[in-house]
């Protein structure tokens, strides 16, 4: 069956533009899972969703991140005003359980020029 | 916090030799244990994962064993392949609500 998707794939943002990142997670997941990707390091948790509800933000490095999961399956994750310093790869993840067998996207590498 | 070290950083081996990686974790109420696997370009992929109620779990080559005393786990892959060659990421988790931990990963080199 179809996986975890991710879109756009790659994106270049020049500094102070807002950039938006989309998540479509296994069909009847419940949980979902974003997670930030420095180069050369493991993935660093960002936020997570129990249905529609933001259950812990607490990965979240600034206020000029938000995510939101308004309908319980696709999720977004914005970035405000983005610094080079948020240049990383963003792991979407999803589960059907309360989040240990987690399932992830392809990621989408952001590059902030 | 929980804090992850993962062991080592890089590992080279022979094909058909065995690979061990290791991590160890700070929080004892921890109590899940999965493995990642992940090519370039591509998100981590589920490879194995073991609970605390058990202290070893093998999937055909590849193996976790978990001592929780000592809060350490460790991956053991044998007969190792050319397409074994990824990042490996250990990760902790099952003390808030599914949020995990991962360590910074084992770049894996298997030469044919």
């Known amino acids: 069956g179809a996986g975890v998707s991710q879109s756009p794939r790659y994106k270049v943002a020049k500094r102070g533009q807002d950039v938006a990142l989309r998540c479509d997670p296994i069909s009847g997941h419940v949980s979902l899972f974003w997670y930030q990707q420095a180069l050369g390091q493991g993935p660093e948790f960002l936020t997570y969703f129990q249905n529609e509800a933001q259950l812990d933000k607490s990965g979240l490095p600034s206020d000029r991140f938000f995510a939101e999961r308004p309908e319980g399956s696709v999720s977004t994750l914005k970035i405000q005003r983005t610094q080079q310093e948020d240049s990383a790869v963003y792991l979407c993840?999803?589960?059907?359980?309360?989040?240990?067998?987690?399932?992830f996207g392809p990621g989408t590498r952001l590059l902030v020029l | 916090g929980e804090n992850v070290e993962q062991h080592p950083s890089t590992l080279s081996v022979q094909e058909g030799d065995s690979a061990v990686i290791k991590c160890t974790y700070s929080d004892s109420a921890s109590n899940y244990f999965p493995w990642y696997k992940q090519e370039l370009g591509k998100g981590p992929q589920l490879i194995i994962d073991?609970?605390?109620?058990?202290g070893e779990k093998k999937d055909q080559r590849i193996a976790v064993t978990l001592n929780k005393t000592a809060k350490h786990f460790s991956l053991h892959i044998t007969e190792t392949q050319p397409e074994d060659s990824a990042v490996y990421f250990c990760?902790?988790?099952?003390?808030?609500?599914?949020?995990?931990?991962f360590g910074d990963g084992t770049t894996l080199t298997v030469k044919p």
């Open positions: 993840a999803s589960s059907s359980d309360r989040g240990e067998t987690q399932y």
């Open positions: 990760a902790v988790g099952g003390t808030n609500a599914g949020k995990s931990t």
């Open positions: 073991i609970r605390s109620n058990v």
